[in-house]
């Protein structure tokens, strides 16, 4: 006899087929979107802002696109040598480098610019606000060589000492002391959290610190570094690295890929062509990674849930 205890097996059955049923659907659709993408190969350069970029991007198009991302920690240099080699198929956030392009996109029509990422960067000399109360004309460069017996360490001598990041970072301050003629030394701290580690006693305690910073950086919102005013940047003033002595151009950061997989139909070609967001947007990211001490994933889906409407126009 047909039972109630037996109808509510076969629905209950019946339930499970068709809830077996979508979820090989959908593990199917998935399958099928990653293999339509495949893998993505992106340079991850090594500060905070750019990883912003990388794993908002890597978190996008796993979750929307169903690729495998492929996050590549190294330089701003090497990155473009990968364009050649096939090993990296985009930079998320070019800072200038025109030799390169010039190589890469002109000459050996590897690479091409994808636009902008929407930020603007700014590279310059900085020092912490509380000397600027002290030492009110330090920001004039005219003035610096009178401070520089301030900023002397074991590591210059008798000059003072400037401080860089990474020795991979776009710089000219080498260039910039000596065509200057100030009496200082560049050192190399030799990573972004040193030279914030720098930034932050300094204005902590009151050590003298003069250095190199940039923005879009989540740092200035923490400790407001202050501008020192160098010559004027004109175009072409910085052309010859040797003999520059004019402050650092502005950046309108741009994007590059690898011609061939921006030609794959690859749909996280489109995504990294689309992508664009504000110094703001990166900031909140990257504090998230730094200060609250996210994982770049976790940072990452933080973001691209409270801004679903910006995520729809990378992916349309």
Known sequence: M???HHALKVASSVVMAGALVAALTLNAGAAQAAAKCGTVNIANNPWVGYNADAAVVQYVAKHSLGCNVVLKDITEQVSWQGFASGEIDAI????GHQDLAAKYITK?????DLGSAGN???IGWYVAPWMVKKYPDITDWHNLNKYASLFKTSESGSQGAFLDGDPSYVTNDSALV?????NYKVVFTGSEAALITAFRNSEKNHKPVIGYFYE?????????LVHIKLPTWTNGCDANPKTVACDYPPYALNKVGRVAFMNSGSPAAKLIKNFSWTNADQNSVARSISVDKLTPDAAAKKWVDAHPDIVKKWLA
């Open 92 to 95: 998320l956030e070019n800072w």
């Open 120 to 122: 603007n960067g700014i």
């Open 2 to 4: 047909f039972t109630k």
């Open 216 to 224: 879009p950086h989540w740092f200035l919102a923490e400790v407001p």
């Open 108 to 112: 050996l029509k590897v690479a091409e």
């Open 178 to 182: 000596k065509n200057l003629k100030l």
